[in-house]
T-cell receptor, first 114, second 111 residues
Framework: GENVEQHPSTLSVQEGDSAVIKCTYSDSASNYFPWYKQELGKGPQLIIDIRSNVGEKKDQRIAVTLNKTAKHFSLHITETQPEDSAVYFCAASRGRNTGNQFYFGTGTSLTVIP | EAQVTQNPRYLITVTGKKLTVTCSQNMNHEYMSWYRQDPGLGLRQIYYSMNVEVTDKGDVPEGYKVSRKEKRNFPLILESPSPNQTSLYFC??????????FGPGTRLTVL
C-alpha cells in the first residue's frame, strides 16, 4: 500500500516568517493530495488540496507544490500568524472522485511565536 | 448546520466489554470513513464505506466492525475491546469529488 512520510514533526517559527512542511509518498498511482489543519480538541479540517495534473496551487497565504517525478509535495505558509499554530497533516489518495482510501502523514506540530 | 457528529465524545471502558461509537452526517454524503489517531502515527484508516451496504477494510481493521445500513449513519463496533485500541477516533464523510469532513472525535480508553 501507500506510505506517506512527513517532516518535520515539530516546527517553530517567528510570527511573520514562512513555514514549510514536506511530505513524500510511495505509490505512483496516488493523484490527490490534501492538507489538513487540526486545532486542539477538534477534527482535522481541509485547508488546501492538489491533484497530480497540477504543479502548484495557492490560496492567500497558503500554497502547495507537487513534484510527481520525485513523489513529494509541500505545504508553504507565508506571513505566519499565531492562529496558524496547529497540527498539520498531509495525505495521499488514488482519487478525489474514485475510491475512499486515504493515507496520512504523521503530522507536524507548528508553533508560531508572537 | 452541515456536520458530522460522533457519540460518545469520551468513553472509558474495560477489556472485553462490547461498545459502539456512533457516527452520523447530515450532508447526504455517499462516502464515510473511520480513522484512529495515535501519537507519532498520524491518522490511520480503519474502515470505509462508499455507499449503503458497501464497506471495505482500511489499513488497520483488526478488532473493529462497521455497518452501513443507512446513508447517514456509520457506527464503529468494538466487540471485545483491548487496551491497544485506546485511541482518538474520527469519523469522516464526503461526496465523490469533494473534501472530506471530519467529526469532533471520540477519545476511547480501554482499561
Amino acid at each position: 500500500g501507500e506510505n506517506v512520510e512527513q517532516h518535520p514533526s515539530t516546527l517553530s517559527v517567528q510570527e511573520g516568517d514562512s513555514a514549510v512542511i514536506k511530505c513524500t509518498y510511495s505509490d505512483s498511482a496516488s493523484n490527490y493530495f490534501p492538507w489538513y489543519k487540526q486545532e486542539l480538541g477538534k477534527g482535522p479540517q481541509l485547508i488546501i488540496d492538489i491533484r497530480s495534473n497540477v504543479g502548484e496551487k495557492k490560496d492567500q497565504r497558503i500554497a502547495v507544490t507537487l513534484n510527481k517525478t520525485a513523489k513529494h509535495f509541500s505545504l508553504h505558509i507565508t506571513e505566519t500568524q499565531p492562529e496558524d499554530s496547529a497540527v498539520y497533516f498531509c495525505a495521499a489518495s488514488r482519487g478525489r472522485n474514485t475510491g475512499n482510501q486515504f493515507y496520512f502523514g504523521t503530522g507536524t506540530s507548528l508553533t508560531v511565536i508572537p | 448546520e452541515a456536520q458530522v457528529t460522533q457519540n460518545p465524545r469520551y468513553l472509558i471502558t474495560v477489556t472485553g466489554k462490547k461498545l459502539t461509537v456512533t457516527c452520523s452526517q447530515n450532508m447526504n454524503h455517499e462516502y464515510m470513513s473511520w480513522y484512529r489517531q495515535d501519537p507519532g502515527l498520524g491518522l490511520r484508516q480503519i474502515y470505509y464505506s462508499m455507499n449503503v451496504e458497501v464497506t471495505d477494510k482500511g489499513d488497520v481493521p483488526e478488532g473493529y466492525k462497521v455497518s452501513r445500513k443507512e446513508k447517514r449513519n456509520f457506527p464503529l463496533i468494538l466487540e471485545s475491546p483491548s487496551p491497544n485500541q485506546t485511541s482518538l477516533y474520527f469519523c469522516a464523510s464526503r461526496t465523490p469529488g469533494t473534501e472530506q469532513f471530519f467529526g469532533p472525535g471520540t477519545r476511547l480508553t480501554v482499561l
